[in-house]
């Protein structure tokens, strides 16, 4: 029990710290999406592509090239 009780917050806190590391870039580039790629679905890097080829706030811009992941 104690072994699963580990790995759930580990799973827990693993995925929370990707949670926070992508919201400022959701947060910057939410409107950029929503005007040059709302019909791009989410995964496999395909925002990030179409948002790259587009003319995106300096913001956004920033925030994609501060991501790590």
Avoid: H, W
Avoid at 29 to 49: E, F, L, T
């Amino acid at each position: 029990m104690t072994k699963l009780c580990l790995a759930v917050i580990a799973c827990v806190i693993g995925f929370s710290t990707v949670a926070v590391a992508v919201e400022p870039m959701y947060v910057a580039c939410n409107d950029d999406y929503y005007k040059y790629c709302p019909s791009v679905q989410p995964g496999g890097g395909r925002i990030v592509a179409c948002l790259s080829k587009k003319n995106i706030t300096n913001a956004c811009r920033q925030s994609m090239a501060n991501q790590t992941c």
